[in-house]
């Protein structure tokens, strides 16, 4: 398979999967043992272009808060986001600092998405009774930026479903809500952490690169990523997570049995 190739379809599987429950590192992961290993800057590139996506997805309603400072209510949603990004900001440098690392190997990945997948279909029957709310508080802020920890720590928990069903079982529980909660706590949280990643690259990696698939993959998975994030948006105003519970486990049990 051609590297061009590779690169686009690494591409499409980081645009699909960083927004929808089910995990893009997880993903990743298991897509580069037969596709073979990138580097670190190809990876964290990839991830940029959904980032951009998620950018330009919600510019309005980023453009309204900076715009309406002003307005108590925008003001406490944005100190809440902020609290998030900063819990998580905190617990991801801490679990670094100790020397915390994604594990290589297919089957913790598996384990990681068949316990996910259980976990959405527990969340989802303990929230179907409780009334509707689309009101963020601050449990909900510190229980978003606490669980969004997870997935930088066990690659197949998914951030995107980390931050969702912490958001519902927090108390909001309109999914829509919760999903758009979740998405703009990622924004900064993924722009901290490709910064990151670019800082431990600095002086290596990138002069080596394919730099023709490199574009394709990022502008693929921009794209990708934007239309994944905008069908994700209208599902959850008439669905629930189910279907991707199910996704999960399926995969998980099927890469288990490759494993063996």
């Not at 690169?209 to 574009?215: K, M, N, S, T």
């Amino acid at each position: 398979m051609s590297d061009l190739l590779q690169a686009l379809l690494l591409g499409i599987i980081e645009g699909l999967t960083e927004f929808l429950p089910v995990s893009s590192t997880g993903h990743l992961l298991i897509a580069e043992h037969w596709l073979g290993e990138r580097s670190e800057f190809f990876n964290v590139a990839i991830q940029a272009g959904a980032i951009l996506a998620a950018v330009v997805v919600f510019w309005p309603r980023l453009f309204a808060m900076a715009r309406g400072l002003g307005i108590a209510s925008e003001r406490d949603y944005l100190f809440k986001l902020v609290t998030a990004f900063l819990i998580t900001a905190v617990g991801g440098f801490l679990a670094k600092h100790f020397g915390v690392n994604l594990p290589e190997s297919v089957v913790p990945v598996a384990l990681a998405l068949i316990i996910g997948g259980a976990a959405i279909l527990v969340i989802e029957k303990v929230v179907a009774d409780r009334p509707l709310s689309d009101v963020v508080t601050w449990k909900v802020a510190i229980w978003v930026g606490a669980c969004q920890i997870l997935a930088a720590v066990f690659p197949g928990t998914s951030r995107s479903a980390a931050t969702i069903f912490a958001a519902m079982l927090a108390g909001l529980t309109l999914r829509a809500a919760a999903t758009e909660f979740a998405f703009l706590v990622g924004i900064p949280t993924m722009f901290a952490a490709t910064g990151y990643e670019l800082l431990k690259l600095r002086g290596g990696g990138a002069p080596h690169e394919d730099w023709p698939a490199f574009l394709v993959a990022f502008v693929v998975s921009a794209v990708v990523a934007f239309i994944a994030v905008k069908w994700l948006l209208r599902y959850v105003q008439t669905h629930t997570f189910t279907v991707f519970a199910w996704y999960r486990i399926v995969a998980g049990v099927a890469l288990l049995l490759i494993a063996r």
